[in-house]
């Protein structure tokens, strides 16, 4: 083999190492209490040898360590630092930081903001409780699945008419009853995404977990279009003793004050 055939050959199996790594993350992210090997392999599409072998250089390197149960991985706080950095350096959550700040304060609960990516919604910033007792289990770089949550069914409800068929064609697989309440037929979400258009925002009635409800507005753009979406989660007796109205009202004063702060004459 010639020098610059082998440097081109080092050089592919460098690059292929690369793109193992970076998969292994990613599954990672999804298992934040850890993930055992031989199912990392199993969803990596690597055997069990390869798959010891990168998280042994992930570790080296900082970004994976061991938990209390043998043979299981997580991911460490090195990648959520390199997420906190590439979070703050997106203008969106300078804009809406402190309009989501004072809608925490004003109502007490949990509240969320997403970003739409394809097929997911992303959890890019989070607000505790500051009163209520409830906390929830979502975090930060979580993907939420579109058909169950609050804010996916915000975007779904404000992309192309077209988008609802092709997503349930394609998710089929993801598609599952997770509560009695959960939206699993065609049908029933196409009425429930009309619904969404005509009210201005959309809910997650006990369809993700039983005693927890979340109530999610859409943000538009200078474009008009959604690809942000904000929410507030409680439990659903806190829903009932304050009442939806009033705590629409409130998010519905944050969503429109960040879709403003976006150039969009949108109101809802």
């Known amino acids: 083999m010639s020098k610059s ?3 081109e050959n080092k050089k592919s199996i460098s690059n292929q190492s690369l793109v193992k790594g970076l998969s292994l993350l990613e599954i990672l992210s999804n298992f934040p209490n850890g993930c055992p090997l031989a199912k990392l392999a199993e969803l990596s599409g690597l055997n069990k040898s390869t798959t010891h072998r990168m998280l042994q250089s992930l570790q ?13 991985y997580r991911l460490t706080t090195k990648c959520l630092a390199i997420g906190q950095k590439t979070l ?20 007490g609960e949990t509240v969320n903001f997403s970003l739409r990516e394809n097929s997911h919604a992303i959890m890019i910033y989070k607000l505790e409780p500051t009163m209520g007792m409830m906390r929830t289990r979502s975090y930060i770089g979580q993907h939420l699945q579109l058909y169950c949550s609050a804010m996916g069914k ?6 192309q008419h077209d988008y609802l068929p092709l997503y349930w064609k394609n998710n089929q697989d993801k598609i599952e009853k997770l509560t009695c309440n959960t939206i699993t037929t065609l049908e029933d979400m196409r009425k429930e995404l009309t619904d969404i258009r005509a009210n201005g925002f959309a809910m997650d009635a006990e369809e ?7 109530i999610a507005c859409p943000i538009f753009d200078i474009n008009g279009k959604v690809i942000y979406s904000v929410s507030i989660s409680l439990s659903t007796a806190r829903l009932n003793q304050i009442g939806k109205t009033a705590l629409l009202l409130s998010l519905k004063k944050t969503a429109n004050a960040i879709s403003n702060e976006l150039g969009s004459a949108v109101q809802i």
């Open 208 to 214: 993700n977990e039983l005693g927890v409800s979340c």
């Open 5 to 7: 055939a082998e440097t």
């Open 154 to 159: 915000i975007f779904m409800a404000y992309d």
């Open 88 to 107: 703050s350096s997106l203008n969106i959550i300078n804009i809406a930081a402190p309009l989501l700040e004072e809608l925490n304060l004003e109502i």
């Open 60 to 72: 080296s390197c900082g970004f994976v360590k061991p938990t209390n149960t043998m043979g299981t």
